[in-house]
């Protein structure tokens, strides 16, 4: 599937074949989608972009960092990958400029709706390419310089789908294009005083995660690299749920020649 157009995977019996890739998904898997779904659905319903209370209220640091960095490269095409309602497409646009654009994909047809009503109230909607889409299916076309994937790859279905969504981006990046990704892992979720593993479909640890990424991003020049604990609180059920986990943070640029990177930070 290219953009910006999507399918949702095929489902068979209680197991779902993910579309194209050969991937055979458990019962544990539908359960986690299911969860994401609901708990998205949700709040991008209650909660608004730069309203105080949610994690929608500002962009992650780590986008505005990487922002700094490709402001005034010139025009080019980035991707927001499990984009949600815009909390950086927008910012991504703006920060870009007139001659870029901006391509968003979501899994969610209200994320989408959304994001599309967001961009256009911050006068970027026409720098703005929508796809509904899961990343898995999702297949780039346009040369990018930039692409961001917030908290998205840990809701594919394994190691094996991020490699393959990774290096699809990685295929249609050009030389000096920046990866941008945040990737929460080690997560569990405490309720009534007890903590559990929470339910996700990828539930990496944060050393699996530095470890798949260092692989996937061999040769590129990696300018950070990094570990952040994080917690949200969310109200489930009427009850409170704390939602524990580890932030990867990873920022890769892709240099000009493949294999001429050095990189700048130590792989600990
Ligand atoms: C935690 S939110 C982050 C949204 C946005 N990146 C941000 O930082 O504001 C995760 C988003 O990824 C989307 N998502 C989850 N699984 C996806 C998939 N397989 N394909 C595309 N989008 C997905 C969800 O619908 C949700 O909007």
Same mark, same amino acid.
Not at 142 to 150: E, Q, R
Not at 185 to 198: K, N, S
Not at 208 to 225: C, F, I, K, N, S
């Given at each position: 599937m290219g953009e910006p157009s999507g399918a949702a995977p095929g489902a068979?019996?209680?197991?779902? !074949?993910?579309?194209?890739?050969?991937?055979?998904?458990?019962?544990?898997?539908?359960?986690?989608?299911?969860?994401?779904?609901?708990y998205h659905d949700e709040l991008y319903a209650q909660a608004d972009?730069?309203?105080?209370?949610?994690?929608?209220?500002?962009?992650?640091?780590? !986008?505005?960092?990487?922002?700094?960095?490709?402001?005034?490269?010139?025009?080019? !095409?980035?991707?927001?990958?499990?984009?949600? !309602?815009?909390?950086?497409?927008?910012?991504?646009?703006?920060?870009?400029?007139?001659?870029?654009r901006v391509v968003a994909v979501d899994l969610l047809d209200g994320a989408i709706r959304r994001l599309r009503t967001n961009a256009a109230r911050a006068g970027v909607g026409p720098m703005v390419t929508t796809s509904r889409c899961d990343l898995e299916a999702f297949r780039p076309r346009a040369p990018a310089g930039l692409v961001v994937i917030f908290?998205?790859?840990?809701?594919?279905?394994?190691?094996?789908v991020v490699a393959q969504v990774l290096s699809r981006m990685q295929a249609v990046t050009r030389p000096g294009g920046m990866h941008v990704l945040g990737v929460l892992c080690d997560r569990t979720e405490v309720c009534a005083g007890r903590e559990r593993p929470a339910l996700v479909e990828l539930a990496w640890t944060s050393d699996q995660a530095l470890a798949a990424l260092d692989v996937q991003y061999e040769g590129w020049q990696v300018l950070r690299r990094e570990l952040v604990p994080s917690t949200i609180t969310e109200t489930r059920d009427g009850q409170t749920h704390q939602l524990r986990s580890t932030l990867v943070q990873y920022v890769a640029e892709r240099p000009q020649r493949l294999g001429a990177a050095t990189s700048e930070v130590a792989r600990s």
């Amino acid at each position: 599937m290219g953009e910006p157009s999507g399918a949702a995977p095929g489902a068979v019996g209680s197991l779902s !074949v993910a579309a194209g890739s050969g991937i055979t998904r458990g019962p544990g898997f539908e359960r986690a989608r299911h969860e994401t779904v609901r708990y998205h659905d949700e709040l991008y319903a209650q909660a608004d972009l730069g309203v105080p209370g949610t994690w929608l209220a500002r962009p992650h640091p780590l !986008v505005t960092w990487s922002l700094d960095l490709v402001r005034g490269r010139g025009s080019m !095409v980035a991707y927001d990958l499990g984009a949600g !309602v815009g909390r950086h497409t927008i910012p991504i646009a703006r920060a870009l400029g007139v001659g870029s654009r901006v391509v968003a994909v979501d899994l969610l047809d209200g994320a989408i709706r959304r994001l599309r009503t967001n961009a256009a109230r911050a006068g970027v909607g026409p720098m703005v390419t929508t796809s509904r889409c899961d990343l898995e299916a999702f297949r780039p076309r346009a040369p990018a310089g930039l692409v961001v994937i917030f908290s998205a790859l840990e809701h594919l279905a394994g190691g094996a789908v991020v490699a393959q969504v990774l290096s699809r981006m990685q295929a249609v990046t050009r030389p000096g294009g920046m990866h941008v990704l945040g990737v929460l892992c080690d997560r569990t979720e405490v309720c009534a005083g007890r903590e559990r593993p929470a339910l996700v479909e990828l539930a990496w640890t944060s050393d699996q995660a530095l470890a798949a990424l260092d692989v996937q991003y061999e040769g590129w020049q990696v300018l950070r690299r990094e570990l952040v604990p994080s917690t949200i609180t969310e109200t489930r059920d009427g009850q409170t749920h704390q939602l524990r986990s580890t932030l990867v943070q990873y920022v890769a640029e892709r240099p000009q020649r493949l294999g001429a990177a050095t990189s700048e930070v130590a792989r600990s």
